[in-house]
T-cell receptor, first 111, second 113 residues
Framework: GQNIDQPTEMTATEGAIVQINCTYQ??????LFWYQQHAGEAPTFLSY????GLEEKGRFSSFLSRSKGYSYLLLKELQMKDSASYLC????????????FGTGTKLQVIP | EAQVTQNPRYLITVTGKKLTVTCSQN?????MSWYRQDPGLGLRQIYY???????DKGDVPEGYKVSRKEKRNFPLILESPSPNQTSLYFC????????????FGSGTRLTVV
């Protein structure tokens, strides 16, 4: 499967902007997901990118560069409820539903 | 309400005693998948299914079995559980295109002693 790499932890201030990066191996790549997971809960879907560029959804945006094997999740106007783990996941072209997750980035939003 | 339902939520069992974790979705999704989540290792895919009677191995299939006899159900079977299968398990489903991402169940916390 994909080799997904993302930072383990990040801290940001309420009201600020934070960017969570994710890198992956480009061979066999066929799309990238971002999920949010609050402690003790199931992951919830945030975004899916398959083409290069930025996709915006309210306070959350996700960017993909296929040639560089790089994605980021941008969170604006941070709120305390955004404290969660953010999971980057890559879909393999060899198996349509073979999706590999990174270990997640635990984001702490502080006042 | 559109959802993925897993049962049980919590289970403590002994080594070697066969168990089944059930998963059911009411969204008519073609794709279903099982993941386990362990600290420091993230979510790892155990098995996935692209439709009825079509299943394939994920990254960590050893010690697990699945079946997809009906579109809505995708049970996970541990024939002879061992302590290294103690983990948090998630079932997930998505439509055929997969573009909308997975909908996850609430999780099953399994402890094998």
């Amino acid at each position: 499967g994909q080799n997904i790499d993302q930072p383990t932890e990040m801290t940001a201030t309420e009201g600020a902007i934070v960017q969570i990066n994710c890198t992956y191996q480009t061979s066999g790549f066929n799309g990238l997901f971002w999920y949010q997971q609050h402690a003790g809960e199931a992951p919830t879907f945030l975004s899916y990118n398959v083409l290069d560029g930025l996709e915006e959804k309210g306070r959350f945006s996700s960017f993909l560069s296929r040639s560089k094997g790089y994605s980021y999740l941008l969170l604006k106007e941070l709120q305390m409820k955004d404290s969660a783990s953010y999971l980057c996941a890559g879909r393999n072209s060899g198996g349509y539903q073979k999706v590999t997750f990174g270990t997640g980035t635990k984001l702490q939003v502080i006042p | 309400e559109a959802q993925v339902t897993q049962n049980p939520r919590y289970l403590i069992t002994v080594t070697g005693k066969k168990l089944t974790v059930t998963c059911s979705q009411n969204m008519n999704h073609e794709y279903m998948s099982w993941y386990r989540q362990d600290p420091g290792l993230g979510l790892r895919q155990i098995y996935y299914s692209m439709n009825v009677e079509v299943t394939d191995k994920g990254d960590v299939p050893e010690g697990y079995k699945v079946s997809r006899k009906e579109k809505r159900n995708f049970p996970l079977i541990l024939e002879s559980p061992s302590p290294n299968q103690t983990s948090l398990y998630f079932c997930a489903s998505s439509p055929e295109t997969g573009v909308g991402g997975y909908t996850f169940g609430s999780g099953t916390r399994l402890t094998v002693v």
